[in-house]
């Protein structure tokens, strides 16, 4: 892992390649370059394709990659749509946790109540991810693979403890989150493999959960976003917690030092008050045109604070 | 006679076409073998270029032609100085592409025309340009220092323009006044943004010789007649139609774009209809934006809080090149005394350059940042002179019997002085200090306090001079065989339905359903005197020229149904579609008179039975049309108004500024608006909603970000921020009707009304809630959440 | 240029780009065609199909002018690619219409409440819509609930006071409301 100064260099570095801005500004295009176009009837097949035809990307619904080929800041030469593979397109519950298959739309995720009934976070935190037309079409995992650091799902991947299944040529791995998401629009996936599906674990029974979100504009990325997992003993105090934001650094991350000084806390106004300073510290992002970096602290203490309150409401005790 | 049109909210005719899919916009039309156009433009904010290869984008497979300043012949030429000024020399304007230099960001430096969209992206990529980066300076108020990087070599200092308009003895004044507020305010940089950004498509009859352009402009007749002068050809070979237009915004009265030249001349070349489509990001980097401006602004006050002297000294940013002229500082410099009756003022602008997109109108055209300067220094005069926001309003208002109040000395952008012909500006303060709650706000903000929210008020005054000349054109032509009534004029629309209001307006002349009176604009094949659509003009100019005609051809459609009728004219009554003599069965339809004024030799239809040679009514002791008549029933005519006609209004707003997220929340916000008589309130009240929600977007949202190297770093929808839905807060709109006395129909333009004063309001919203913790000051738009927190940090 | 230059040149009509087949039902009507593999699905119903009623506004998902239905869904037809469309079926504006010519309780109520003014966000803004009312959800009215629904669609003209008037007005002709 980078050191803070380096992950401070790096970046502002990324920031002139991040989503819609690049340097040759100049050059406008807004229609996609030359692809080959393949369409793979199951996931053996896909990853063929993809060992097949170097500089190939997987197509799932298209809604992020889809932005960035017509603007030609991707070029693939080839794109695999794995939408018509029937074996990606199911939530399942495995193992008391919530699988989500390679092609599973976010709207139908959200809108899933058995998904819902394990883990209420996911639909939560959807309702933020742009617009129903994009959750429409735009896939759960595609959004995991695309790892903007400020969206929401690989942050909630991440604070639900959850992994993704790799698979290519030599079979499959899985990668928890913590090891996925590497920095922003970057993971740890190899160039052969395509991500099947991601688990999003059971919260603890009992546990209170929050997530709170704050954007320039409905439907935006976040400026920052953070979400939570508490339990607590039978005397009320925390017992366990899980916290995690999204927007203020290159990738989500977890708020450790949060997390560590709230177990054993009654969660007093003043205990939540020093979970929010310590929430701070965590902010990593420079200042951009929708933050500066004080005010993403200030803006993550107040959600930290928020998430913190709403999540111990929910907690059933013991 | 039915009842009266004119003041109505009337259903708009245009709607059906447009809400079944129907319209017919630039893209929409439907072009056999038609090639399209993208652009290469400069990656640099400056740079020389040292050579341009063409010749692997020529090979590319599709591609039909690649154009650059050396094959473009005639067209190798600055761009024309639409609007001169003695304050500019040697004004800059760019080339239609780049040649030895660029100078923004987005600069068209060739052409690729090729068989579609897709391909001519492709071998966009292929032509190899040189460069030479150069330095820049973008700050403002930098740029205008010695040793500054100039923009234009020619301009030290990067000064394009620098002119100052006195009224009154402000000097004078100055040293009479016994307490004097100076502020610094900024306006940031924003951009039209209308939903289809730009379209230009072309066909050329070789046979004919005669070139057709669709274009989605404000200025079709402008645009022909930059085409006929730069192409050397007649002005009846080129015929320029905006179709259906997507909004335009001020963006699309700028001509002629580059494209608007080169997508002509490659028709012409190529012998194959051509057409460009701007892309949502050659919108931001490549079509003319609007607003940065920074103000010093002092008032000379009395201890009473009466305004003698006003002084204003500003920096307008105009971007690379300055081809509209000084239009929007003139009209921010002839706003700043808003509605006030101060006598002295002392204004100067300097318009700089800066490698940035070119600056031409944005709806609201500097009366946003004219409206922000001298609010937010009224609210500090009221502040420092303990004395409440809506008093000191109050005490500087002009007064009902003021006017006619004239600023002698200003001249307003159309050259005229500026005259603040009618309005009841006191009663309309009244109205918005009743509206928004000014009595039981202190409770109800102290209330809030209490429970840990800060709540402010909001308010802000504003003044738009509308209606500019030189003049608009109406023809008016009753149909002989449907009896519809066709009208045209020479501007034209991009939604604000004016195929609508201009209805009702003849409508009440002619007694015809507003929806069988047919508008027709935009289309230079059909009228061709005129001049566009900018300033909020449409409905003062075209309307009044539109009304004159209609008078005439009501007094023709009476005179000659008076005839067949064999009644005296004072008798004949226009109404549903009819001529006809109220009490007797005596009646005819418009359709017939129309056809028996004029004598036919064929009988289409039984109608016109009545008009042939050999039909009973015939004259057969003369000429069937005797000299001097015209046939059918038709005029033209015109109306020029001789100064502009000043609308008005208050806004007010309580808001809430969330300490935690910082967020604004905009709990209530009223309008008090003044626009003279409205012909159709509900298309009124919309022309306000939607300058408010730009207003919105200008506010709290919108800005144009640069790097320092002059790269634009949000030039897309995700990073510039359009409020949706969600962002924009309800409105409640209030009317007074004080009519213009400087037109027919007494009416005043609404167009940019609705945005010009919400930063103005919020600022001082935002400010008020804020007052508790420390103070801080609001002088600059848009209002981001890491302002408002760096205000709440410092206390 | 000289007079014999057009004789010069070939302007071939078409690109080159590689196709393939693609077979879907739109308004009811069900085709095939060849279309080039790139072909973003808004250019294909717009320039291939001659449906120009869908907008294009942005190209990036944003604006939601060229926002349709796919398989009753609504739908960005800007970030879909036609080819992947195939098989689908695809509503746009034209189908709004009734069969008799008049308009739909939607469209009469964008055209009662002013809800439109250029009318080049429009058909998006109401493919939008008639996803949520044809969906079975239960419509929240509240003037929050209805900012929400039509938030995602961009509308630089009516300041979006009068669509929301609209969707409510709308609600109520349908027995929604």
């Not at chain 1, 063929?48 to 170097?54: G, H, T």
């Not at chain 2, 023709?556 to 009728?565: D, G, P, R």
């Not at chain 2, 004259?619 to 008005?648: K, M, N, V």
């Not at chain 3, 040149?9 to 690109?15: A, D, W």
Request: aromatic share 6%; glycine share 8%.
């Amino acid at each position: 892992m980078a050191a803070a100064g380096d992950e401070l260099r790096m970046w502002r570095n990324f920031q002139r390649r991040a989503r819609f801005f690049r340097p040759d500004v100049g050059e406008c295009r807004v229609k996609p370059p030359l692809f080959d176009y393949l369409v793979a009837r199951s996931s053996d097949e896909a990853i063929r394709l993809l060992s097949d035809n170097p500089g190939a990307m997987i197509l799932a619904g298209g809604q992020s990659l889809i932005p960035a080929m017509n603007f030609r800041l991707a070029s693939p030469s080839a794109l695999i749509d794995i939408s018509r593979i029937a074996a990606l397109k199911s939530i399942d519950i495995v193992d008391g946790n919530v699988r989500v298959g390679a092609a599973v739309k976010h709207r139908d995720l959200e809108q899933s109540d058995a998904a819902f009934a394990v883990n209420p976070l996911m639909r939560t935190a959807l309702h933020y991810v742009a617009h129903v037309p994009i959750r429409n079409r735009g896939t759960t995992v595609g959004s995991l693979c695309h790892a903007d650091a400020a969206a929401e799902m690989p942050m909630i991947l991440l604070l639900s403890d959850g992994w993704v299944m790799a698979e290519g040529p030599n079979g499959q791995r899985k990668i928890p989150a913590a090891e996925f998401f590497e920095f922003h629009m970057t993971t740890t996936r190899e160039a052969d493999e395509m991500i099947v599906s991601a688990t999003f674990p059971a919260l603890p029974s009992g546990a209170g959960y929050a997530f709170a979100e704050f954007a320039r504009r409905k439907g935006d990325y976040a400026v920052a976003a953070v979400g939570a997992i508490l339990e607590c003993d039978l005397d009320g105090r925390v017992a366990a917690a899980r916290l995690a934001a999204c927007g203020i650094a290159s990738r989500p991350i977890r708020l450790f030092d949060v997390e560590a000084s709230l177990v054993g806390a009654n969660l007093s106004d003043a205990e939540i008050d020093a979970a929010g300073e310590l929430a701070k510290e965590a902010v990593t992002a420079p200042d951009d045109a929708n933050a500066t970096t004080a005010y993403r602290q200030h803006l993550l203490a107040s959600l930290t604070r928020r998430v913190i309150r709403e999540a111990s409401e929910k907690v059933r005790k013991g | 006679m039915s009842t009266r049109k004119f003041g109505a909210p009337i259903k708009r005719n245009i709607d059906p076409r447009l809400l079944t899919g129907r319209g017919a916009f630039t893209d929409d039309i439907n072009l056999p073998g038609v090639l399209h156009a993208a652009f290469v433009r400069s990656p640099f904010a400056r740079a020389r270029i040292n050579g341009i290869d063409t010749s692997i984008a020529e090979q590319a497979e599709g591609v039909v032609a690649v154009y650059t300043c050396d094959n473009i012949g005639h067209l190798d030429i600055e761009l024309p100085l639409l609007i001169p000024h003695p304050s500019m020399t040697k004004a800059r304007t760019q080339r239609p592409l780049a040649r030895g230099d660029v100078y923004y960001v987005g600069q068209t430096v060739a052409m690729v025309v090729a068989v579609d969209r897709y391909v001519a992206e492709d071998a966009a990529a292929l032509v190899d340009v040189d460069y030479d980066p150069l330095d820049v300076e973008l700050d403002l108020e930098q740029a205008i220092e010695d040793g500054a990087p100039l923009v234009h070599p020619t301009h030290p200092n990067n000064i394009a323009a620098d002119f100052t308009q006195v009224s009154g003895d402000p000097e004078a004044a100055f040293a009479e006044a016994e307490h004097v507020t100076r502020i610094r305010v900024q306006v940031d940089r924003s951009t039209a943004a209308a939903m289809e950004c730009r379209t230009v498509a072309a066909r050329y009859d070789a046979t004919r010789g005669e070139l057709t352009v669709w274009d989605g402009t404000q200025a079709p007749l402008g645009v022909r007649g930059g085409l006929a002068s730069i192409f050397g050809m007649d002005e009846d070979k080129v015929r320029v139609i905006a179709p259906d237009v997507g909004g335009g915004f001020g963006q699309k009265v700028m001509f002629p774009y580059p494209d608007e030249l080169l997508v002509p001349h490659a028709a012409i070349q190529l012998g194959r209809p051509v057409k460009y489509i701007e892309d949502r990001r050659e919108n931001f980097i490549g079509s003319n934006q609007e607003r940065t401006q920074i103000h010093e602004i002092e008032l000379f006050a009395k201890k009473t809080g009466e305004v003698i002297a006003l002084r204003d000294n500003f920096l307008h940013d105009t971007g690379a090149f300055i081809p509209y002229g000084i239009a929007v500082a003139q009209v921010a410099s002839t706003s700043i005394a808003g509605p006030y009756r101060i006598p002295n003022i002392h204004v100067r602008f300097r318009a700089v350059y800066t490698p940035t997109v070119p600056v031409t109108p944005y709806r609201g055209c500097g009366r946003p940042q004219a409206c922000f300067a001298i609010e937010r220094a009224m609210d500090q005069l009221a502040e420092e002179l303990g004395i409440d926001r809506f008093e000191i309003r109050r005490r500087n208002l002009i007064r009902d019997e003021d006017f006619p109040y004239t600023r002698e000395g200003l001249l307003f952008a159309d050259g005229l002085r500026v005259k603040l012909d009618s309005g009841q500006y006191l009663k309309a303060l009244d109205m918005a200090r009743d509206a928004i709650g000014w009595n039981e706000f202190a409770a109800m903000q102290s209330r809030a306090a209490d429970e840990g929210k800060s709540l402010g008020l909001g308010l802000a005054y504003y003044v738009e001079g509308t209606g500019l000349g030189p003049y608009e054109g109406g023809h008016v032509k009753i149909h002989p065989i449907t009896g519809k009534v066709y009208v045209n004029t020479g501007l034209t629309s991009q939604g604000q339905g004016h195929d609508t209001v201009f209805a009702q307006i003849v409508s009440d002349q002619l007694g015809v359903k507003v929806e069988d009176v047919i508008v027709v604009e935009g289309d230079t094949g059909t009228f061709e005197w005129g001049v566009a659509t900018f300033a909020s003009r449409a409905a003062v100019v075209s309307g009044n020229a539109i009304h004159k005609t209609a008078v005439k051809v009501r007094e023709q459609t009476i005179k000659a149904a008076a005839n067949m009728l064999e009644a005296d004219p004072l008798q004949v009554v226009l109404s549903d579609g009819y001529a006809e003599v109220p009490g007797t069965n005596r009646r005819v339809s418009l359709a017939a008179v129309a056809t028996a004024t004029n004598p036919l030799r064929y009988a289409f239809n039984s109608a016109a039975q009545a008009a042939t040679q050999f039909a009973s009514a015939s004259r057969h002791d003369g000429p069937p049309l005797i000299d001097g008549q015209h046939p059918g029933l038709e005029a033209t005519d015109y109306f020029s108004p001789e100064c502009a006609t000043w609308a008005y209004g208050v806004h007010a707003a309580i808001v809430e500024v969330d300490r935690e997220t910082c967020r604004v929340d905009v709990k209530k916000y009223i309008c008090i608006h003044d626009c003279g008589n409205m012909i159709n309130p509900v298309i009124v009240d919309g022309q306000v909603m939607g300058g408010f929600a730009q207003g919105i977007g200008g506010a709290l949202y919108e800005r144009i970000e640069y790097d320092t190297d002059g790269n634009p770093t949000n030039a897309n929808f995700v990073d510039f921020l359009i409020p949706y839905a969600t962002e924009v807060p309800a409105i409640e709109i209030s009317h007074l009707e004080t009519p213009s006395p400087l037109n027919p129909l007494g009416v005043k333009g609404v167009g940019e009304a609705g945005c010009i004063a919400v930063g103005a309001t919020l600022a001082s919203g935002i400010e008020d809630a804020l007052r508790p913790m420390g103070g801080a000051k609001f002088h600059k738009t848009p209002i981001t959440p890491s302002m408002i927190f760096e205000a709440m940090a410092k206390a | 240029m000289s007079r014999h230059e057009h004789l010069e040149r070939s302007i071939p009509s078409t690109s080159s780009d590689p196709t393939a087949e693609v077979t879907v039902t739109i308004n009811g009507v069900t085709l095939t065609r060849q279309v080039s593999t790139r072909m973003l699905l808004s250019d294909f119903i717009r320039h291939g199909l001659r449906l120009t009623g869908t907008h294009v506004g942005c190209e990036h998902g944003v604006c939601g002018a060229c926002t349709i239905m796919i398989d009753g869904r609504a739908a960005r037809s800007c970030l879909t690619f036609a080819v992947q469309a195939d098989g689908a079926e695809i509503r746009t504006i034209e189908s709004e219409e009734k069969d008799d010519g008049t308009l739909s309780a939607l469209q009469q109520a964008f055209q009662e409440c002013h809800g439109l003014q250029c009318g080049y966000c429009t058909p998006g803004m109401i493919m939008n819509i008639r996803s949520h009312f044809d969906s079975g959800e239960e419509l929240d009215l509240s003037d929050d609930g209805i900012r929400e629904l039509i938030s995602g669609n961009l509308c630089r003209c009516t300041g979006y006071a009068n669509i929301v008037k609209a969707v409510r007005r709308a609600a109520e002709l349908t027995g929604r409301a």
